[in-house]
């Protein structure tokens, strides 16, 4: 049985850092980080395989947030830089035991954390 523990979100302001964290029990293949910010559809953020050789990211936050992933600590993390109101979200660890590519989708993962807010205030 696979499961997802998300933690550290918080309110912070712009230009601030965050990371997230996700505790991961079982064993997964590709994982990510998901988001939904109210009255949006969740959207992918960043994914990593599990040897973590290869990540994607969406487009907005490239350059800014970087996923990775410890399997000995059984752990994936979500590094935020440079936070921007819109980024305001509940973010989501997700994770794959069919996929072994970075860039998921909705549909690819069957595992889901409930999810960490993270707010930015402008």
Known sequence: QVQLVESGGGLVQTWAS???SCAVSGRIFSSGWFRQAPGKEREFVAGIT???TNTNYADFVK???KISRDNIK???YLQ???LRPED?????CAG???FTVPALTLRDCAYWGRGTQVTVSS
């Open 50 to 52: 599990r040897a973590a």
């Open 63 to 65: 350059g800014r947030f």
């Open 96 to 98: 794959t035991t069919t």
């Open 88 to 92: 305001t979200a509940v973010y989501y």
């Open 80 to 82: 935020m830089n440079d």
């Open 18 to 20: 965050l990371r997230l």
């Open 74 to 76: 059984n752990m994936v």
